[in-house]
């Protein structure tokens, strides 16, 4: 069972930057595809950002060119940092876990996809 706790959520102003964290526990980092998804009040839960087994990275295109995904195996840590944020971007961010296995380099875009979530940090900007 892995447990997934997010962490660097905060008010900020547009234009801003966040880096959000996801440390995960209780078994082994490196079969998963991690990923961040975000959920607005009364919206269906997104698609933000994804990062392989191997380290490819794959965006939304609302966040293409502002958002950056990265992992650190060594740390069992996922992180999101946030650059030029909009108001459009205030929602509550959960990360993800996705068994892909030792050899996988598959990812995923879908919520009925993940094995994994965490509870959330709530990001919020203000215009």
């Known amino acids: 069972q892995v447990q997934l706790v997010e962490s660097g959520g905060g008010v900020v102003q547009a234009g801003g930057s966040l880096r959000l964290s996801c440390a995960a526990s209780?078994?082994?980092?490196?079969?998963?595809?991690m990923g961040w998804f975000r959920q607005a009040p009364g919206k269906a839960r997104e698609f933000v950002a994804a990062?392989?087994?191997?380290?490819?990275?794959y965006y939304a295109d609302s966040v293409k060119g502002r958002f950056t995904i990265s992992r650190d195996n060594a740390k069992n840590t996922v992180y999101l940092q946030m650059n030029s944020l909009k108001p459009e971007d205030t929602a509550s961010y959960y990360c993800?876990?996705?068994?892909?296995?030792?050899?996988?380099?598959?990812?995923?875009?879908?919520?009925?996809?993940?094995?994994?979530w965490g509870q959330g940090t709530q990001v919020t900007v203000s215009s």
């Open positions: 990062i392989s087994r191997s380290a490819n990275t």
């Open positions: 209780g078994g082994t980092f490196s079969p998963y595809s």
């Open positions: 993800s876990a996705d068994y892909v296995g030792p050899y996988g380099s598959t990812w995923s875009s879908r919520t009925d996809e993940i094995d994994y």
